[in-house]
């Protein structure tokens, strides 16, 4: 049976109209469509806490999902601050669209509650990461970029890797701009994008981003980070992008163009970093395929999760290190 012209119009101008409303609620666009992130809370950069060494005093909190929390929980492990600063795995709830607790936490149940426990306004948004202070009962950064800068420069056991040495900082600076605007970012303004014009512009850069590292990488003797011989932020910010691409992004984005095989240096990129120490650990394929498909509504009203590929084709079959503690005691 035929659906008649006029009754497929209606529909589509409606569903339009609706698609609009709840792309505004889920992201932010200016007047030419154009995905526009709404700034972090407490995103100012605090000096070092004089208690940062206490393995009692600071909890990171980090959602599964979140690609802004995955380079906090990098940072982390990365570092081995697993002695100094507990991890506490926060679980999404796609119905209230917000984080919240397995058990009370400060005697918060959800994320937001912890927010304005610690002063927070109403109205802002209570996202991860996160860390949070127990001894102050306050909330010390939760702006991810900064975030990872703060636990690069936190007290740590001899040998683990600077992340950010003085002598790369302008190189790291450089490609972090880069990766943050077109690409970390970029995969989402080109989801959210409201025009075509507007996913055009974000897709482009995308790909012109991803060639940019492509030849760094690929140029003779260089790397095998994007800064040279160092792993530095600048890798830690790029992985939990790529390593969601064809998983999450590239399906539900509409960012396949060109798929990351084809990008042979950045392909063995990610999967050198995946091999690092305690890298795999952090990554929760399953989570993010259940968590994108069957959270992000205005993009995928169905709620199917769609099959994909393993994560051990994308990486290699690397041994998995034991993961960090992701609890921390209520």
């Known amino acids: 049976m035929s659906i008649p012209p006029l009754v497929v119009a209606a529909a589509r101008a409606g569903w339009r109209w609706q698609w609009h409303q709840l792309m505004g ?3 932010p666009a200016d007047a030419e469509g154009n995905y526009r992130r709404p700034a972090s809370p407490f995103a100012e950069l ?11 005093g600071h909890v990171l909190i ?21 002695g100094s600063i507990r991890l506490l795995v926060a679980e999404p709830d796609p119905r209230a669209g917000r984080w919240r607790f397995a058990e009370p936490f400060e005697g918060a149940a959800t994320l937001a509650e912890l927010y ?22 306050r909330i ?41 605007e077109a690409v970390n970012d970029g995969v989402y303004r080109c989801g959210f994008a409201r025009t075509q014009a507007a996913y055009d512009r974000a897709e482009a850069a995308l790909f ?10 690929a140029a003779p003797g260089a790397g095998p980070w994007l800064c040279g011989e160092a792993l530095t932020l600048a890798d830690v910010q790029l992985f939990p992008t790529l390593i969601r691409l064809e998983l999450v992004y590239a399906p539900l984005f509409g960012v396949s163009r060109k798929p990351l095989w084809q990008f042979p240096a950045l392909w063995a990129w990610r999967r050198r970093f995946h ?12 989570a993010w395929r259940a968590d994108y498909f069957g959270a992000l509504f205005p993009l995928h009203p169905s709620g199917i999760v769609p099959a994909g590929p393993e994560l051990v084709t994308l990486v290699g079959a690397h041994p998995v290190a034991a993961g960090p503690q992701a609890s921390c005691p209520p």
């Open 116 to 137: 304005r426990r610690a002063g927070a306004d109403p109205r802002q948004r209570a996202t991860v990461p996160v860390l949070f202070s127990r001894g102050g009962g």
């Open 275 to 286: 091999a690092l120490p305690g890298v795999a650990a952090t990554c929760f394929p399953e």
């Open 46 to 56: 605090p000096p070092l806490p004089g208690d940062a060494a206490s393995p009692e």
């Open 25 to 27: 609620g889920l992201g």
């Open 208 to 217: 012109a981003a991803l060639e940019q590292a492509e030849a760094a990488l």
């Open 62 to 82: 980090v959602g599964r999902s979140c690609p802004w929390a995955h380079r906090a929980w990098l940072t982390w492990a990365l570092r081995g601050l697993q």
């Open 140 to 180: 010390v950064l939760g702006e991810s970029a900064r975030l990872i800068e703060l636990l690069n420069r936190w007290p740590a056991s001899d040998g683990v890797p600077d992340l950010e040495p003085e002598a790369l900082r302008p190189a790291i600076g450089r490609w972090r701009a880069t990766m943050q």
